[in-house]
């Protein structure tokens, strides 16, 4: 169990803060999901809010004293942020490193002046793969898109072809494997290793994104055909620069991390001594802290001088990375409060009685609660923090690597049908120039793909792990 979810544990009461039945606190969930919903859909509430507003209706209609209640949602909030919020920071520096100094581009040219005609969907999603694990997203989508839309011209490709293996190689990437927001907290909410649910998280985020994105592609290009809009190809970050990294130097320098995380958990599995100088050694170097902190360090040399950045530019570069995270940190921390509040009131435990009763297995519940939230909400991290919440007490009695599959669960879950209300879909929707009805047939189905192939895969793992 890792240090964050023993803090947590140590900090929520022995017992749940109020006494409520199964009926009061099941429709206390309701409630808290359904103001959340609705202040983030209808009103348009930033998501910080509405979740800080949602935890403290949970509360109340769960019957627990608003105080206890606002103790429970700042205690998993402070520990949500201290557990990931340096981990998010990290992240967000390598990431703007590897897009201003060009190494993004780097990965990118080098890979598709080896690629031909066929194996070019091929291509894009081993790119987006590469570049998707330091960066989140929307960066992704904002590095990778004058890529997909100049390759589709210039190669006379239908955009669809080239365009869905590119969004669901970030995707997927998004959704299960650290350090993204989402999957970090879900693992400090369950307790899971982290280097194991990387290992577990890259396996099956490989098959996935290549059904969900090559393979796809060929449906999406039969059903929607659309011409690239060329007032809408951006400017490639490098363009201006005179040099760049070299492809080596940049593809070491963003596998570093996953690296040094792997190894540890290959050694903690192999060696199992905590005297043994080898583990000792790799469990500080292999901790997610030093290994993306080692990343950026080296980044700093391998990406920013390699491009010719000054001191004044790297320091220029590190703080303007550290500027959109504020917002993703507070949703992600108020994320953590309201998971908090779900498990201080007694949801968790109403949730592990409801699936003795039903006979549900753990990880298939886990999906459907995070599709649930996700189909609501439109977040795919909200979905992943609050079903992790929920979800967490069936992890109590799980080996290792089913608390992994666990956290993957609810990753895919929160991935599922990504429609009109997930600022995602209207994203997609702009740059690749369709309408509501292209974008569902091809954005939306391309992430219900990836959910549910997913869970294929972690319901596979758990029969043979």
């Known amino acids: 169990m890792s240090t964050l979810s023993v803090e947590m544990l140590a900090a929520a009461p022995a017992e749940p803060i109020t006494s409520a039945g199964h009926a ?19 009103l348009k509430l930033h998501a910080f809010l509405s979740l800080t507003i949602g935890s403290l209706v949970l509360g109340a209609v ?60 091929w291509a894009i999603v081993l790119i987006a793969g590469v ?43 998004h959704g299960l494997v650290p350090p993204h927001p989402g999957p970090l907290a879900a693992i400090d909410a369950i307790g899971a290793n982290l280097g194991v649910t990387l290992a577990l998280g890259v396996l099956i985020a490989v098959p996935t994104a290549v059904i969900a994105g090559p393979l796809f592609s060929r449906v999406a290009a039969r059903w929607v055909d659309v011409t690239p809009p060329e007032k809408l190809i951006p400017q490639r970050p490098s363009a201006d620069l005179e040099r760049r990294p070299g492809f080596v130097a940049t593809v070491v320098t963003v596998m570093l991390p996953v690296v040094l995380m792997l190894a540890k958990a290959l050694v903690d599995i192999v060696v199992d001594d905590p005297k043994d100088h080898v583990q000792r050694v790799t469990d500080v170097i292999g901790s997610p802290l030093i290994a993306l902190l080692a990343a950026v360090l080296v980044g700093l040399f391998t990406l920013g001088r390699a491009a010719g950045f000054g001191r004044d530019r790297l320091a220029s570069t590190v703080e303007k990375s550290l500027v959109p995270i504020a917002g993703i940190l507070l949703i992600v921390g108020a994320g953590g409060g309201f998971k908090q509040t779900l498990i201080d009131v007694g ?55 089913h608390a992994a599959l666990l956290v993957l669960a609810v990753g895919g879950g929160s991935l599922f049908f990504s429609h009109v209300n997930d600022a995602g879909f209207w994203m997609v929707k702009e740059y690749f120039g369709m309408d509501v009805g292209q974008t569902i047939k091809t954005w939306s189905l391309m992430e219900t793909v990836i959910s549910v192939v997913s869970l294929v895969f972690v319901l596979l793992l758990s029969l043979v792990l």
Request: proline share 5%; hydrophobic share 60%.
């Open 347 to 401: 949801v968790g435990r109403m949730i592990l009685d409801f699936s003795k009763d039903w006979s549900v297995p753990a990880l298939l519940l886990a999906w459907l609660i995070a599709v649930a939230i996700r189909l609501a909400t439109g977040s795919a991290t909200v979905a992943t923090i609050s079903a992790a919440g929920l979800v967490a007490p069936l992890a109590a009695d799980m080996s290792t690597t």
């Open 131 to 173: 570049i998707g694990l330091p960066l989140f997203f929307e960066v992704g989508i904002v590095l990778l898109i004058p890529v997909v839309l100049l390759v589709a011209k210039r190669g006379n490709h239908s955009l669809m072809r080239i365009g869905i293996p590119a969004l669901a190689g970030l995707s997927v990437m």
């Open 24 to 42: 009061q606190l099941g429709i206390a969930v309701l409630t808290g999901i359904a103001v959340i919903v609705l202040l983030i859909t209808r």
């Open 62 to 121: 769960a019957g627990a004293p608003m105080d206890k209640a606002i103790a429970s949602f700042t205690t998993g909030l402070g520990a949500t942020v201290s557990g990931v919020g340096v981990l998010i920071a990290l992240g967000a520096i390598l990431g703007k490193l590897l897009a201003d100094s060009g190494g993004a581009d780097q990965i990118v040219d080098t890979i598709l002046a080896k690629a031909g005609p066929r194996s070019m969907p």
